[in-house]
C-alpha cells in the first residue's frame, strides 16, 4: 500500500489517503476502516436520466462519493472489501443521505477520515505502508486424498484449493493399480491447482509437507507432468520448492510447516513465523508456570494494572469491533502496555496461529511475575470473538451494524 | 424395547476402564432431536410420550407394517427400557425369571415372547449340552434371544423372528469356531507382515508356489528376506519401500476361531491408518523386535511399541497377545525373553491392560519357529511345552455381538458400478458391521447425506466360513453392501458414511460433548486448541471450544468447573466442534461409534468418548 497523505490534527482526528496495490492491502484495509468513519473513494454509480421526450436511461458514471460507513464487508477469498454507508457529501449524481456501497479497488486511492486515530490504527496504516517486501510464501499441505493449497503472506493465510479425493484403501484381493489410478488423480488435481493458484512471480517459495512419503511422490509426478507438458514457468522455478515433514494434510498442519527449521531461514521475516512462536511461548509458559500466563479480558486487564504483563497477544478481530467502547477499551489495553516496557504482538486472524488465538478469547499475555489468578466468579466471562455457544464470531464476516 | 446388557460371564466387558463414565453425573438435557440432523428429524418425528412410560410413537412409515416400540438414541430412554423390559442375558443365570413384561409394551410382542420364550427354551437346552465344550463361545447362545428379544432392524416380529433364524443358521455354520478380529500392531520392522506371511503360510491359506515366486521377485528387488511379508503388502509402492503402509487384511481359522487380521503398519505417518484397522478389532497382536537394540529403541519414547499399545488400549482393546519375535537372532535366549517380558508387563498394566489378559510367546517370524508347531527341545528347551502363537490365539474371547441392536454398517471404502459392485447403479460400500444385520432387500439409510437405499447384494467375511449364511452380514464382520436406490449418489458415500437402520438412523453431528483422557501434550489445552479427531476410518479436524469441567482420573469426581487449561494424565469434559458432521453415537450406546482419538502434530493427544451430541452447528464461519 502507498501512503498518498496524512494528515492528523492534534484531537487525533483527521484523514488519511492510501492506494492500495495487492489483495492484500484490502485486508489493512478492512481493518482500518470502522463505522461512523467517512471513507471517500472512486466509485461507479447508477444514474438513471430523464430526458426530454421521458425516456428514462440509465448509466453508470464514475465520480468520487464520501460516504458516512455503515457496514463493512470482506470477502477473504477474494480479498475485495465492500463499504456501505450514506453519502456524506455533496455530490452532481448523488443525493446527500442517499445509500451508496462502495467496491474499493486495487489502484485506485481512497481516504479514510477517522475522529478519532488511536495508536492500533496509525500501527497498521506504518505496517501496510511499509517499503519493505516480506516473503509471500506457498504451501501444500496433503496427505493420502486430501491437499490445501494456500497462500501466506504476511498478514494473511488464504486457503486458495482444497482437493479431495477418494483414495481406495488395501483389501483382500486387491488390485494395486486401483490405488495407483486414484493417487494419480490426486496428483493431477493437485498440480492444476499448483499451476492455477500459485503466482511464481510473487511467491518466493513453495513448500510440500505432508506425512509419510506423499510429498515425494507428488514432487517427481509435478515435474515430470512439467517436463510433458514443456510448463517452463515451473521448471524455472524447481529450486524454490522444498520438502518438509507434516504429521496431516489437514490446515492445521500449516502450523507444523511454519515451525519448521528447514525452512526458518526463508520465514524468517514473515509476521505468520513470529506469530506462531509467540503463541508457542505462551504455551509453554502456561504449562510450566499457569500463574505466569493469563488469557481472558479480565484476567489479562487485572495483570496490565499491576503492570506485569511482558508480552500481550492480541486478536485483530478485537479492534475491528463494531462499539467504539470495546475499541477504546483494548487500544488502552496495548497502550498501557506499551508504556510499561512490554511488547505488543497483533495477531492477525487468518492466520492459523491467529484464529487459535481467537479462539482462546482473542487476548492472552504473558507475565513478568507470577500472580494470583482471579477466582471465575462468573463463567463465561469471555469477551472477544467467541462466546461458548457460538454466537456471533466477528470476523471476517459481514460485520453489518 | 433394548436390552442394555450383553453377555456377561466370559465375553469382554471393558467398561471398566471408563467407569468414570457411569459415576460421574450425565447430565443429560431434554433436547427434543439432539444429534440428528435437522433433515432427519422433520422425516422421522420422534415424539416421546411421557404417559406411556417413555414409549416412543412414530408416525407409520410406508414400509412399516406396525408400530413398535422404538427406542430413541438417548440412554435414559434406553434406562426405562430396560427397567421394564430387558431379558437379562447370562448363560449361567438361564432365562426363565428374567423377562418382565410392562403393560406399555403393545399388542405384538407377547407374540414376539412367546417365539422368544420358545428360542430361549431351546437355547437353555442347548446351552446346557454345548457347556460342556469349553472353548465354545457362550456369545452364539447368548446371543439368540437377543436376536429374537431384542429390537430387530425389521418392523414385525415375523421378521425379527426370521432374523433370529438367520444368525442362528449363521452361526451352525461357522461350527463351533468364533469370529474373532485381530490387529497386528508392533514398532516399525517388529516383522509383522513376515510374521503373518509365515503363518498364512504354514496354514494353509498361501501355497508354496506362491511364496517361491515371491522369494525370487524379492531377490531380484534386492531385499531378500521379505517374501513373507509380500503376502500381505501388494502395493506396488509397499514392495519397493519395504514397508507397510496400509492395513491389509486376511483371514486365518484356526481350530476354535476364526481369525480376522488386520496387518497395520509401525511407521509413526500411518498411525491414523493403525487406527482405522484397531476400531475394528477385537483383540492385539503385539509384535515385538528382541533383537538387541532394536527392542530398545522401538521401546523409547519416540518408539512405536508404546504408543500402539497405548492407541489398542484407548480404542477398547482388552487382550493382548505379545509375540516376541526374531528370537532366532537373539539366539533363543531365556535372559532376553525374560527381560523383554518384565519390562513390557510393566508398561502394559501401567496402560491399562489386566495381567491376566496378556500372554507372551517367542517367536521367529522368517523361520517359522513357535507359530503353529511347538518349538523343539533342542532349540529351545525352557519354552519345549509352551503354547504356539496358534494356541494362544485361539485361546482369545470374542466380544458379544450386538446383532439385536439396529443396523450400523459403518463404511470405510466405497467402489462403484463394475467389479464388486451388483451392476451398474449400485455401489458398493466396504465396512465393517458395527451392530445389527443387513440382508439382500432391506431398505436403508446413508448418513450423514441422509438418502434412502436399498441393499442389493452382501458379501461378508464370515459368509465364506458359515455355509448357511445365505448372504447376509452381522455384527461383528466386515464385508460388503451393495447398494442402489432412486437418486443414489455415489458423491454422497464415502469412509465415515453410515449405512443404518430406517426406523432408528444412527445419529450424525458435528458438535459433542465428550469425556477426554489426556495423554501426554507438549501444550496444555485450552479452549480453541484444534486437533485431529480420528473416528474409525475418518479424521477430521475438530476445535475444543468449552472446558466444561475437570474430572478426577479415578474417582471420577468433578474436581475443578470450567478451568482454564487442562495439563497431561487428566480427565476432562469438553465441548468440542468438529469441521463437518459425523456419525456418532454416545458411548453407552455404541462402543464403536463413541469412541475416538485426538491427534496433533503427530502425537496421540488424547483418547476420548462421547458424552453427548448436540445439534449441528453450521454457523461457525469457515475460511
Not at chain 1, 505496517?127 to 493420502?144: K, N, Y
Request: hydrophobic residues 35%; neutral net charge; charged residues 25%.
Amino acid at each position: 500500500m502507498r501512503l498518498i497523505h496524512k494528515d492528523i490534527n492534534k484531537d487525533r482526528s483527521g484523514q488519511v489517503t492510501l492506494l492500495p496495490e495487492n489483495p492484500e492491502d484490502m485486508w489493512h484495509a478492512y481493518n482500518l476502516v470502522r463505522v461512523g468513519d467517512r471513507l471517500r473513494s472512486t466509485t461507479l454509480r447508477k444514474v438513471t436520466t430523464e430526458n426530454a421526450a421521458g425516456t428514462v436511461s440509465s448509466q453508470k458514471q464514475r465520480t468520487t462519493l464520501t460516504v458516512l460507513v455503515e457496514s463493512v464487508y470482506f470477502d477473504v477469498q477474494g480479498c475485495s472489501l465492500q463499504v456501505k454507508g450514506r453519502n456524506a457529501e455533496e455530490n452532481a449524481y448523488v443525493k446527500m443521505g442517499a445509500y451508496h456501497t462502495i467496491d474499493l479497488e486495487l489502484q485506485r486511492k481512497f481516504t479514510i477520515v477517522k475522529d478519532e486515530w488511536d495508536s492500533v490504527s496509525l500501527d497498521r496504516v506504518d505496517e501496510a505502508t511499509d517499503i519493505a517486501r516480506h516473503a509471500d510464501l506457498s504451501a501444500i499441505v496433503m496427505q493420502e486424498g486430501l491437499g490445501h493449497i494456500c497462500l501466506i503472506t504476511s498478514s494473511m493465510t488464504l486457503v486458495r484449493c482444497r482437493v479431495e479425493v477418494n483414495v481406495p484403501k488395501k483389501r483382500k484381493g486387491f488390485q494395486s493399480s486401483q490405488l495407483d489410478k486414484a493417487m494419480q488423480r490426486f496428483y493431477e488435481q493437485l498440480y492444476q491447482g499448483l499451476n492455477k493458484h500459485i503466482n511464481f512471480g510473487i511467491v518466493k517459495c513453495v513448500i510440500l509437507a505432508s506425512p509419510g512419503f506423499t510429498k515425494d511422490d507428488f514432487y517427481e509426478y509435478c515435474f515430470r507432468q512439467a517436463v510433458k507438458e514443456d510448463n517452463k514457468v515451473l521448471i524455472e522455478n524447481k529450486p524454490k520448492f522444498v520438502l518438509v515433514h507434516s504429521s496431516s494434510g489437514h490446515r492445521q498442519a500449516l502450523k507444523e510447516v511454519l515451525e519448521d527449521p528447514n525452512i526458518a531461514n526463508k520465514l524468517a521475516d514473515t509476521r505468520a513465523a513470529l506469530e506462531v512462536k509467540a503463541l508457542a511461548d505462551f504455551y509453554s509458559m502456561l504449562k510450566s508456570d499457569p500463574s505466569r500466563a493469563f488469557y481472558g479480558v479480565k484476567h489479562v486487564e487485572m495483570a496490565n494494572e499491576n503492570h506485569a504483563i511482558e508480552v500481550l497477544l492480541i486478536s485483530d478481530s478485537l479492534f475491528r469491533s463494531n462499539k467504539i467502547e470495546e475499541r477504546r477499551r483494548f487500544v488502552k489495553l496495548v497502550d498501557s502496555v506499551r508504556e510499561n516496557a512490554g511488547q505488543v504482538r497483533i495477531f492477525s486472524s487468518l492466520h492459523p496461529s491467529g484464529e487459535q488465538l481467537n479462539q482462546l478469547t482473542g487476548v492472552a499475555a504473558i507475565l513478568r511475575f507470577p500472580m494470583h489468578e482471579p477466582d471465575d466468579s462468573d463463567i463465561d466471562d469471555d469477551y472477544g470473538p467467541t462466546d461458548g455457544d457460538g454466537n456471533g464470531l466477528d470476523y471476517p464476516t459481514n460485520a453489518a451494524s | 424395547i433394548m436390552s442394555r446388557r450383553r453377555v456377561k460371564n466370559i465375553a469382554l466387558n471393558d467398561d471398566e476402564d471408563y467407569d468414570v463414565d457411569e459415576s460421574f453425573g450425565h447430565s443429560f438435557e431434554d433436547e427434543p432431536a439432539f444429534g440428528v440432523s435437522p433433515a432427519t428429524a422433520n422425516a422421522y418425528l420422534f415424539v416421546r410420550d411421557k404417559d406411556t412410560g417413555g414409549r416412543i410413537t412414530q408416525p407409520p412409515l410406508p414400509d412399516v407394517k406396525e408400530e413398535p416400540p422404538q427406542s430413541a438414541p438417548a440412554p435414559q430412554m434406553a434406562r426405562l427400557h430396560v427397567a421394564t423390559a430387558g431379558p437379562a442375558h447370562s448363560v449361567k443365570v438361564g432365562f426363565a425369571g428374567a423377562v418382565a413384561v410392562s403393560p406399555s409394551v403393545p399388542s405384538p410382542s407377547p407374540r414376539l415372547l412367546s417365539t422368544k420364550q420358545q428360542q430361549q427354551q431351546q437355547a437353555a437346552s442347548s446351552a446346557s449340552n454345548s457347556r460342556s465344550a469349553s472353548p465354545a463361545p457362550p456369545r452364539k447362545n447368548g446371543a439368540d434371544p437377543d436376536s429374537a428379544g431384542g429390537d430387530s432392524t425389521e418392523a414385525s416380529a415375523a421378521s425379527a423372528a426370521a432374523a433370529a433364524e438367520a444368525y442362528k443358521r449363521y452361526c451352525a455354520g461357522l461350527g463351533d469356531r468364533a469370529m474373532i478380529n485381530l490387529v497386528i500392531i508392533g514398532h516399525v520392522d517388529a516383522g509383522k507382515s513376515t510374521l503373518i506371511g509365515h503363518l498364512l503360510y504354514l496354514l494353509g491359506a498361501v501355497s508354496q508356489k506362491v511364496i517361491h515366486r515371491y522369494e525370487q521377485e524379492c531377490r531380484k528387488a534386492g531385499k531378500p528376506s521379505f517374501q513373507f511379508a509380500w503376502v500381505l503388502d501388494e502395493s506396488e509402492e509397499e514392495r519397493q519401500r519395504g514397508v507397510t503402509m496400509d492395513v491389509a487384511r486376511s483371514q486365518l481359522s484356526t481350530r476354535h476361531r476364526l481369525v480376522n487380521l488386520l496387518d497395520c503398519p509401525g511407521h509413526k505417518d500411518f498411525i491414523p491408518n493403525m487406527i482405522s484397522g484397531a476400531m475394528a478389532a477385537d483383540a492385539a497382536l503385539l509384535v515385538i523386535n528382541a533383537t538387541r537394540g532394536e527392542f530398545e529403541s522401538g521401546f523409547d519414547q519416540g518408539g512405536q511399541t508404546r504408543e500402539h499399545a497405548l492407541l489398542a488400549r484407548g480404542l477398547g482393546i482388552g487382550q493382548l497377545v505379545v509375540a516376541i519375535n526374531k528370537m532366532d537372532t537373539a539366539k533363543w535366549s531365556e535372559t532376553r525373553f525374560a527381560e523383554i517380558r518384565d519390562k513390557l508387563g510393566v508398561y502394559l498394566k501401567s496402560v491399562g491392560f489386566k495381567p491376566d489378559c496378556v500372554s507372551y510367546c517367542p517367536v521367529s517370524g522368517l523361520e517359522g519357529a513357535n507359530l503353529n508347531k511347538p518349538l523343539s527341545a533342542e532349540l529351545c528347551p525352557w519354552y519345549a511345552s509352551g503354547p504356539t502363537l496358534v494356541d494362544l490365539i485361539d485361546r482369545l474371547t470374542p466380544p458379544a455381538r450386538s446383532v439385536d441392536k439396529p443396523l450400523r454398517f459403518y463404511i470405510s471404502e466405497v467402489s462403484t458400478g463394475g467389479r464388486g459392485a451388483g451392476g451398474s447403479g449400485a455401489v458398493a460400500c466396504f465396512g465393517n458391521a458395527l451392530s445389527g444385520y443387513a440382508a439382500p432387500g432391506h431398505k436403508l439409510l446413508l448418513l450423514p447425506a441422509n438418502q434412502r437405499v436399498a441393499v442389493k447384494a452382501v458379501t461378508s467375511s464370515g459368509q465364506d466360513a458359515s455355509a448357511a449364511s445365505g448372504s447376509a452380514i452381522f455384527a461383528g464382520d466386515s464385508g460388503t453392501i451393495s447398494v442402489s436406490g432412486g437418486g443414489v449418489d455415489p458423491a454422497h458415500f464415502g469412509p465415515g458414511s453410515v449405512l443404518s437402520s430406517v426406523t432408528t438412523p444412527c445419529p450424525c453431528t458435528n458438535r459433542l460433548r465428550a469425556k477426554l483422557l489426556l495423554l501426554n501434550v507438549s501444550q496444555p489445552v485450552t479452549k480453541g486448541y484444534q486437533a485431529i479427531f480420528h473416528q474409525q476410518a475418518v479424521s477430521v479436524p475438530v476445535t475444543i471450544i468449552r472446558l466444561l469441567a475437570q474430572i478426577n482420573k479415578s474417582t471420577g469426581q468433578l474436581e475443578r468447573r470450567h478451568p482454564r487449561y487442562i495439563l497431561s494424565n487428566c480427565c476432562a469434559e469438553v465441548e468440542l466442534q468438529l469441521d463437518r458432521p459425523l456419525c456418532l453415537d454416545v458411548y453407552t450406546n455404541s462402543r464403536e461409534l463413541g469412541k475416538f482419538m485426538l491427534r496433533d502434530r503427530g502425537v496421540t493427544v488424547a483418547a476420548g468418548t462421547v458424552v453427548a451430541l448436540r445439534p449441528t452447528d453450521s454457523s461457525q464461519p469457515d475460511l
